[in-house]
């Protein structure tokens, strides 16, 4: 499907950016640094997809540092103001701070945000902020060990994220947001135990559908937990209530 960005003169006859097809501003640029990634995600970087012998983008097939500014400065110049760093996993690309500290000063950027899966950010966290990230934003599927490398592909600890998002938050990062993906059958069942650690945290605990990812994880729909029920699962234990989207466009349901 093609998405039709177009943009609206205000009343002084001035355009005021990019809108999407709604109408909504396009504020937040998602900039992937690396398209590897030190996990084996079931539902997105399957094993059995990408396995020893896949071929990754050679290092100078990436965007260099200097593209990344040049597009960044551009997007600013459209109205963006936050950018998010992505991967793969992002903290595997060498000498990240040095891009923090270029894109942080462009002019226009006011929020810099990352996605990690946690495992390496102990380790840069005082570093990256350092350089100017505001934020970032860690994923953490269960508490359980077993039931955590089952939804990472037998990767990583729990214990060494939950190191990564507490030097995160000694560094400033903050709020850190914790996103977990809810699969049926394979953590739904420990969901209880993230809002219990994390509810009085500070952090900001995320419930992801489990959904289809260009056909390559065996997507099924009865895989996924609707919201609605996650919703009605954490309210029996802990009552919740709605609350007010932060801005026009925000994509969680909070």
């Known amino acids: 499907m093609t998405e039709t960005i177009i943009s609206f003169p205000d009343k002084t006859g001035r355009t005021t950016g990019p809108l999407d097809r709604f109408a909504r501003p396009l504020r937040d640029l998602r900039i992937s640094v690396m398209d590897r990634c030190n996990f084996r995600c079931p539902y997105c970087m399957p094993e059995d997809k990408y396995h020893k012998d896949f071929q990754f983008l050679n290092s ?120 977990a993906v809810v699969r049926r059958g394979i953590n739904d069942g420990t969901v209880l135990q993230l809002v219990e650690k994390f509810r009085n945290s500070g952090a900001i605990l995320r419930f992801i559908e489990y959904m289809d990812v260009g056909t390559i994880n065996h997507w099924q729909p009865a895989d996924t937990v609707p919201a609605r029920e996650l919703v009605e699962l954490v309210n029996a234990q802990w009552p919740i209530q709605p609350a007010e989207p932060n801005y026009r466009g925000e994509v969680a349901s909070r």
């Open 60 to 179: 100078d097939q990436r965007l260099s540092f200097t593209e990344i500014v040049r597009i960044a400065r551009l997007f600013a110049g459209l109205g963006v103001h936050k950018l998010r760093i992505t991967g793969g996993e992002p903290l595997l690309r060498a000498n990240l701070p040095e891009l923090i500290a270029e894109l942080s000063v462009i002019e226009g950027i006011d929020d810099i945000a990352l996605t990690t899966n946690g495992i390496l950010l102990a380790q840069h966290a005082a570093a990256l902020k350092a350089a100017g990230l505001d934020r970032v934003t860690v994923s953490l599927d269960s508490l359980n060990d077993d039931v955590f490398r089952k939804m990472s592909g037998g990767r990583g600890s729990v214990a060494r994220v939950l190191e990564g998002i507490r030097e995160a938050e000694l560094a400033g990062l903050t709020p850190v947001k914790i996103n």
